[in-house]
């Protein structure tokens, strides 16, 4: 069992955890590169560096056209503008501070906020806030916070935290600092990962959880995942409220909360910003801070999804589902549910899936179904933390609101391009008396979902293919938009054979035909390729760009004739065009 320490007196605890976020930043914040009170046990072997993205999409499945219009405005802005080319693995590293203090759920050193992490955010937004007592609305760039990171980013670009030699840390124990220890997201991704920077260290000491609820609203996943994944600091792990002092502790650095605090000369990921509406280069904006977080992946967490693979080895977990619907148990959370949940599962069980509780199963019960899950589908909640132990082939797909769309959706994105699975969302409507009215997100929280009849069979349309079941579909309209879904979506040999089922359909059709060529395409098959662009050509021979594409095609496939033939109606058809084509290509002249 986890030891617990007696509780302090309440005004004891009221008066030492509270920080004045007031302050002006210099006062405020903690640099480690230039006030001291921090060392890194060794020089990290990197700050940050890329990670491919995974498959992340959304789509709209709202009952009403004006919901569905600020849906799709709100996914072109997140993939447009918000996610970066590349996501990035930023790193955390262990680190000893000196006149440490635990308070609420920051920690500082020498009374000054140290910016680790997602906590390293919060604790910026929050001096945003406190510091515009009287203000309507705090704006974009506040000019005291900016000159403070322009100060920070000045320094010196081969400064670093300074090291300490790892065989001074006898004695010393390790604390965390915890948003709650009732919230399953914030605990798994931003607390327990933390204890992996402990790996190769032979540490001895004591660990401490800190955090600023009352310890009754503690729930019982934070010990259980502690004692399952940490199985070596049996006995020696604690649960201790804030605030709490220490002369010395370690902790974990998660790099990523100080990214503007870093001496640089320019912005390292000027090159990963698809644009410039949202993020600020060096500017530590409320929406480039927020961007930077959805793009970001803490080496703690890849480690901690490493280890929990790991504790599966030797286990029997046969009697898990790989497809399954994710329900909630009303005792030990938030009554969220969702209109149409019934009538979804109740498609869902004909393809096979069973309904889960995570809440349920034991803490190796969850990262196992996740590990060999071909498909999970739940709506939005706490419970898509488990994402981070799915596999690469597995498709994870939540049913969400608009609100989730704005406000909650980038925070799952480190979790799937740490698992590199296939996070597909669908938006659909508020369940409330007034779907079309937005809810206001600081008075009425995350508010449920309402799936309807239409949106359902989007849903179950998209799942069954991409799981290699495929729909008859009676309207071009519908083949369209389950075969773009789908295609978005990575399957491409799913969706070359959705689209192979309803050939005459196909035939008919440019748009299709030019789908159907695009799958073969990303399928590595140049001939079915020239087929179906011959195809789509016969179907709409006033695009030019079909008979350029097919030129390329033949090229690839080596039929002369082709590209002959192609270039005689680009030039009957569209003289102009040929002509920039083959001013622009000479290899074209020689074809035989």
């Given at each position: ?26 006062e ?34 709202s009952a ?60 910026i ?99 259980s ?27 974990a ?13 320019s912005?390292?990921?000027a ?7 949202v ?67 109740d498609?869902?069980?004909?393809f ?24 999970m ?9 488990n ?29 799937a ?24 997100f ?9 799936l ?75 001939k ?38 192609a ?26």
């Amino acid at each position: 069992m986890l030891n617990w320490q007696k509780r302090q007196p309440k005004v004891l605890l009221t008066v030492r955890n509270k920080i004045d976020f007031s302050l002006p930043p210099d006062e405020l914040f903690l640099n480690p590169w230039r006030d001291g009170g921090l060392w890194t046990l060794q020089k990290p072997t990197f700050i940050w560096q890329p990670l491919a993205h995974t498959t992340i999409e959304g789509f709209a499945a709202s009952a009403h056209a004006p919901i569905t219009a600020m849906i799709n405005t709100q996914i072109a802005l997140m993939k447009k503008h918000r996610q970066f080319k590349s996501a990035v693995i930023y790193n955390c590293v262990p680190v000893l501070v000196q006149a440490a203090g635990f308070r609420k759920s920051y920690i500082t050193s020498h009374d000054k906020v140290l910016l680790s992490g997602a906590a390293g955010v919060r604790a910026i937004n929050q001096h945003r806030w406190q510091s515009d007592e009287g203000e309507t609305s705090v704006p974009a760039v506040k000019p005291q916070l900016a000159d403070y990171f322009t100060q920070c980013q000045a320094g010196a670009p081969d400064s670093h935290i300074p090291v300490l030699d790892a065989g001074f840390l006898q004695g010393v124990d390790f604390a965390v600092a915890c948003r709650n220890t009732f919230n399953y997201f914030h605990f798994i991704t931003e607390s327990l990962s933390q204890l992996t920077v402990l790996d190769g260290l032979d540490f001895q000491g004591e660990i401490y959880f800190h955090f600023p609820n009352n310890a009754e609203k503690q729930r019982p996943f934070a010990e259980s995942f502690v004692e399952a994944l940490f199985p070596e600091f049996s006995g020696r792990v604690h649960f201790e409220r804030a605030p709490k002092d220490y002369p010395f502790v370690l902790t974990a650095f998660d790099l990523a909360g100080a990214h503007f605090q870093q001496p640089m000369q320019s912005d390292p990921f000027a090159a990963l910003a698809l644009s410039n509406r949202v993020w600020a280069g060096t500017q530590a904006t409320a929406a480039a801070q927020s961007q930077l977080a959805m793009n970001t992946v803490s080496s703690a967490l890849l480690l901690l999804r490493q280890r929990a693979l790991d504790a599966l080895e030797g286990g029997d977990f046969s009697h898990l589902p790989t497809r399954f619907y994710v329900g909630r148990d009303d005792r030990q959370s938030r009554e969220r549910h969702m209109q149409g949940e019934d009538l979804l599962f109740d498609h869902l069980r004909l393809f096979g899936f069973e309904y889960v509780v995570f809440e349920n199963l034991s803490p190796l019960e969850q990262i196992a179904i996740m590990a060999n899950a071909e498909a999970m589908v739940s709506y939005h909640g706490a419970g898509f933390t488990n994402m981070l132990f799915a596999s690469s082939e597995a498709y994870v797909i939540e049913i969400g609101t608009l609100q989730t769309a704005q406000f909650r959706w980038g925070d799952f994105w480190p979790l799937a391009n740490a698992a590199g699975c296939k996070y597909i969302s669908f938006f659909a409507d508020f369940n409330t008396d007034n779907p079309l009215s937005e809810p206001n997100f600081a008075v009425d929280g995350i508010v449920p979902v309402a799936l309807g009849e239409a949106g359902i069979g989007q849903v179950m349309a998209f799942i069954v293919t991409v799981l290699g079941q495929f729909p008859t579909l009676a309207q071009s309209t519908d083949l369209k938009k389950l075969a773009r879904a789908t295609y978005t979506a990575g399957a491409f040999d799913q969706t070359e054979k959705l689209l192979a089922g309803h050939a005459e359909m196909v035939a008919r059709d440019a748009e299709l035909c030019l789908l159907k060529a695009d799958c073969c395409k990303q399928l590595d098959l140049p001939k079915a390729e020239l087929v179906a662009l011959d195809q789509a050509f016969k179907a709409d021979p006033k695009r030019w760009q079909t008979l350029v594409r097919m030129i390329w095609c033949a090229n690839r496939c080596e039929r002369p004739q082709v590209i002959r033939w192609a270039l005689s109606r680009l030039l009957a058809d569209f003289p102009d065009r040929h002509d920039r084509f083959v001013s622009a290509h000479e290899w074209v002249r020689y074809v035989t």
